[in-house]
């Protein structure tokens, strides 16, 4: 049994997440609910939950307010916030859980049922996060990487490419280590898409300042500079010329 606590400043949304925690996820406890930052830390301190569903923006600070305040995070987070395109990729690039509002029972029961695995949660994952939300249109400089057993935190610019593999990634990286992700290349392909890659097959993603040069024949292909060569699909090939002519 997980005890939870709600923090989230619109009382309807603390009234359905509570309705659908009752109905969909009986492993949790629900022991407390604040609406704001500082009735927050309050509570956070007073009952020691195990999870804290934790709001992005209220009117007294920001969730990460709160856990900057609080120093100390033995619990889990799983945020909720508003349909926010910005703060979606931000939460993809640090790989922290997050629900959308309204929130889809569905989703509700994943996130839930994630608790049990190893902490999503970093002090390195946290600051990704901020930095993205806060960067604007800055472009990302780390993402958080789920393997089986952690999540790594790596540099964008030493990412070479990434290659599909079932529902997972390899990631493929400029000093020649690889790493198996628990995610999908196109999940990638969303999240990358604005740093640099471009999905060149339906297998590949790569890191476009890396590309040495295409060759045109045998199908069309790239040649990566650590000497790898990278399908073009034939329905790409025009979309990667131009792409080249334009770097």
Request: proline letters at 4%; a neutral charge; aromatic letters at 8%.
């Amino acid at each position: 049994m997980y005890k939870a606590v709600i923090i989230d400043d619109i009382e309807q949304a603390r009234k359905s997440l509570k309705k659908d925690l009752q109905a969909y996820c009986p492993e949790v406890e629900l022991i407390g609910e604040a609406s704001g930052v500082v009735e927050g830390i309050k509570l956070i301190r007073k009952l020691n939950p195990d999870v804290v569903f934790l709001d992005v923006q209220m009117p007294d600070g920001s969730g990460f307010d709160l856990l900057d305040i609080l120093q100390e995070t033995p619990f889990r987070i799983i945020f909720t916030t508003a349909s926010d395109a910005h703060a979606i990729k931000a939460f993809r690039f640090s790989a922290l859980d997050y629900l959308l509002k309204p929130i889809d029972p569905d989703e509700l029961k994943v996130a839930v049922k994630k608790l049990g695995a190893p902490s999503g949660h970093s002090a390195q994952s946290l600051n990704i996060l901020k930095e993205s939300i806060s960067g604007g249109s800055k472009k990302q400089e780390k993402l958080a990487l789920h393997s089986q057993d952690k999540i790594h935190v790596v540099n964008i610019s030493d990412i070479q490419r990434c290659e599909s593999n079932v529902n997972y990634t390899e990631f493929h990286f400029t000093n020649g280590k690889k790493m198996l992700v628990t995610r999908t290349l196109k999940d990638f392909e969303e999240i990358l898409q604005d740093q640099g890659f471009y999905r060149v097959h339906h297998s590949h993603l790569v890191n476009t300042r890396y590309i040495r040069e295409f060759i045109k024949t045998d199908g069309g292909y790239l040649i990566m500079n650590d000497g790898t060569n990278i399908p073009v699909s034939s329905r790409k090939r025009p979309e990667v010329i131009r792409m080249l002519e334009n770097l």
